[in-house]
């Protein structure tokens, strides 16, 4: 049978055996979370900058080529409007421009018959003239014929002016047949960037309103995380700091980044990304991005909104903790 005291011994050395293992992982909780020296981390989420495919003009959607997760090249046609209107509209332009050409054509013409007119008025005025002189042909006579140069010349004038008319006429014709043209091509909705389909949000059949969203891409090129920062360490950050950003559930690989913005005043970090206590705190915004070239070569990186941690050099020759030192080797 156990005596008393041996119990009494057998407990206090099982609490101590407790309390020097809890002591034990809090340290190594803690060694495990403390950066070497010049190094400063922080909370985020992977970013992209978004560009949303809209419609110009409204109308009804007819064709939608891409889908979400689609890779597309700059320029490529994403999406059709309905141009069966503008399409007649085209072809009414188009036969207006055909008229005004018409009409031109007949101003010619006419131009060059009263060119005629007027030439052979002057030759019958300047052979009245010597007849009056020489009295074959009564004064009447020669007023008559001057009359008409006159009216020639008018005449002319008048043709001129419609051939003016119908010159600017045609002018409008063409510029509205061009304008119909850039309409329609404006309903093409192409790729402004190299990138991929986020989102897809309208269908075909669907009628949208001028800038009517059709499509979200983004460049998986163009990523970036933001972070905030305590004072007495984003006093510290420079841009073009060397930094690693470490994503969740793929911690073997560290990913290369750059800091390419400090925020110029501080502000309360925003609640999601802390406790309310480091909420309450003034912080600085920064800004990493990616490694474009890294990127390139692990497309299955480029993906927005998987949080992680990013770490930032302070100083130049500061050593990154072993983790990130481990983690670099898959480039």
Do not use: C
């Not at 803690?30 to 495919?53: C, H, M, T, W, Y």
């Not at 006579?141 to 051939?163: F, G, H, I, M, S």
């Amino acid at each position: 049978m156990t005596k008393p005291h041996s119990r009494k011994w057998i407990g206090t050395i099982i609490f101590v055996a407790i309390l020097v293992s809890g002591i034990a992982y809090m340290l190594l909780l803690f060694q495990k979370d403390e950066l070497p020296a010049g190094i400063a981390s922080g909370n985020g989420r992977v970013e992209a900058v978004e560009v949303d495919i809209t419609t110009k003009y409204g109308g009804r959607l007819a064709k939608v080529l891409s889908k979400e997760g689609d890779v597309v090249e700059r320029n490529q046609a994403l999406a059709y409007m309905d141009t069966k209107e503008l399409d007649a509209q085209l072809r009414q332009a188009e036969a207006e421009v055909r008229r005004a050409q018409q009409e031109r054509r007949v101003a010619l013409a006419v131009i060059t018959q009263h060119k005629s007119e007027l030439s052979l008025a002057r030759k019958d005025m300047e052979r009245a003239k010597g007849l009056y002189e020489n009295d074959n042909i009564s004064l009447e006579r020669l007023e008559r014929d001057e009359t008409a140069v006159e009216t020639a010349k008018a005449t002319l004038a008048a043709a001129q002016a419609k051939l003016s008319n119908t010159e600017a006429a045609i002018e409008a014709a063409i510029a509205n047949a061009e304008l119909i043209k850039t309409q329609r091509d404006d309903s093409i909705l192409r790729a402004p960037i190299k990138g991929s389909v986020l989102y897809r949000l309208a269908e075909p059949g669907e009628v949208l309103a001028a800038g009517g969203k059709v499509l979200t891409m983004f460049d998986p090129t163009d990523i970036y995380m933001t972070l905030f920062l305590p004072t007495h360490q984003a006093a510290r950050v420079a841009v073009g700091a060397d930094a690693r950003v470490v994503l969740d559930g793929i911690e073997e690989i560290a990913i290369p980044a750059k800091v390419s913005f400090v925020a110029p005043r501080a502000q309360f970090t925003p609640k999601e990304v802390e406790t309310r206590t480091e909420r309450e705190k003034l912080m600085f915004r920064i800004k990493v991005q990616l490694d474009d070239i890294f990127l390139k070569k692990h497309a299955a990186l480029a993906k927005t909104g998987i949080p992680g941690v990013a770490y930032i050099r302070l100083e130049e020759n500061a050593e990154w903790p072993a983790s990130i030192t481990a983690a670099e080797s898959p480039q």
